[in-house]
């Protein structure tokens, strides 16, 4: 049976859309632009596959669909700036086999201006076709809450800006299939803003909380107390909760090379984030140097690895940078969690341990950087001969908190 969607990269963005895609009755077919796919677990695979999800090893199945979205990630470059090259290769693949009347839609973190001055024309030069004549273009900011129980797809509304009011109305007409509620855009920069403002807005706000923490441990005060003081106020606060850094996929611009000016809290946040593993790693060495202890040999073991609770995704987790830094402290590095059955750091493999009770009685210094569910934090606490809480999940008391 032909399929009436195709998704373009199953990484964090395109894999979501086809399972809520799937979910709503629609024919799927995911074509992968990298190692991604592996990312499906067999018995899930098997679920989508009986609901109509085909996975596309022939790009040839990409000219068959009605909706073709492209969902390729974007990382930060070495220079800074998101890297566009796997949404470039996704354009050519599905430019060759696009028919007309086709929508194509562009999920990936984009800087505005990127659907109609670079995704256009690849579709066009490579297709022979015209967009917003031919084929309808439009732009989709991807909002993904990885792991959430809270936040579904259908429960999402969805932003949507086209090349024309026509290329609106068709990617409007699919993401209704998909949410409750279709939010139309003016045009395809305002969508892409979209998407900017709101990444931007969760690392502005990070580290805003982040400075507080290094602020009132200074000072003596709870930080934590303050938030859930704070917290109670119905009106113009929303509670963000420090940590050991920013992980994740959402990559936060300053608009560095791309405007006449840049967003200097951005800017400044992106500092700001970037220096809180540094942070907790001299947390870690103040506490054992009070307890008469030397990074330089201390057992140190790291407690959730992922970026994320209750999820098995490592990208840009500070776990890595911190593990980094105690190495180089001379710190003998271990870690538990219950997602991550391997991990390397520097490409050396970190010892893993099997217990995280027996592990933290073992260690000279514990740090819990992810509060999974499966944690029984008490327990820890108690267990735990010197305990550094990066989350403020512990018991009150219980533990010394970032």
């Known amino acids: 049976m032909p399929a009436d969607l195709a998704v373009i990269g199953l990484g964090p963005y395109g894999l979501p859309l086809a399972q809520a895609a799937v979910a709503a009755g629609i024919h ?4 992968a632009t990298g190692p991604e796919a592996g990312s499906l677990s067999p018995a899930e695979l098997r679920r989508m596959h009986a609901a109509g999800f085909r996975l596309a090893s022939d790009p040839a199945q990409l000219g068959r669909v009605r909706t073709a979205v492209i969902c390729a990630p974007t990382p930060r470059g070495a ?40 995704l256009r024309p690849l579709l066009e030069e490579g297709s022979g076709l015209r967009a917003g004549r031919d084929f309808h273009l439009a732009y989709s900011p991807s909002r993904v809450d990885p ?3 809270d936040h579904t797809p259908a429960g999402t509304p969805r932003v949507i800006g086209g090349l024309t ?25 305002e969508a892409e803003a979209v998407q900017l403002l709101e990444t931007n807005y969760r690392h502005v706000n990070i580290a805003l909380v982040n400075e507080m923490a290094v602020l009132c441990h200074e ?34 611009q300053d608009l560095t090379g791309h405007a006449t000016r840049t967003l200097r809290m ?53 776990a890595q940078e911190i593990a980094v830094r105690l190495m180089g402290l001379g710190a003998a590095v271990s870690y538990h969690d219950p997602y991550v059955p391997a991990w390397s750091v520097l490409e050396r493999p970190v010892p893993r341990a099997d217990s995280f ?8 210094l ?15 606490s108690v267990k735990a001969q010197l305990l550094l809480d990066t989350r403020g999940a512990t018991p009150t008391g219980a533990a010394h908190r970032l």
């Open 366 to 380: 514990t740090i819990l950087l992810q509060q999974h569910r499966t944690y029984d934090l008490q327990g820890l």
């Open 219 to 252: 000072l003596g005060v709870d930080l934590w107390d303050v938030i859930r003081c704070a917290e109670t106020k119905p009106f113009g606060f929303q509670a963000f909760r420090p940590g050991p850094g920013v992980g994740g996929h959402g990559v936060p």
């Open 165 to 189: 009011p026509a290329c609106t109305e068709s990617a409007a007409a699919f993401y209704g299939r998909l949410t409750d509620k279709v939010v139309r855009a003016r045009g395809l920069r």
């Open 79 to 118: 220079d800074g700036s998101l890297d566009l090259g796997q949404v470039e290769a996704a354009a050519r693949t599905l430019a060759a086999r696009l028919r007309p009347h086709t929508t194509v839609i562009l999920e990936s973190p984009v800087l505005p201006g990127a659907t109609e001055d670079f």
């Open 147 to 149: 792991g959430s129980r």
């Open 28 to 31: 799927t077919v995911g074509y």
């Open 357 to 364: 009770y027996e592990a933290a009685a073992d260690a000279d």
């Open 266 to 318: 951005v800017e400044l946040a992106q500092q700001v984030n970037s220096r809180m593993p540094r942070y907790v790693v001299q947390r870690a060495a103040t506490l054992l140097n009070e307890h008469g202890k030397s990074a330089r040999g201390a057992r140190v073991l790291l407690l959730g690895v992922t970026y994320k609770p209750d999820l098995a995704d490592l990208q840009a987790t500070p």
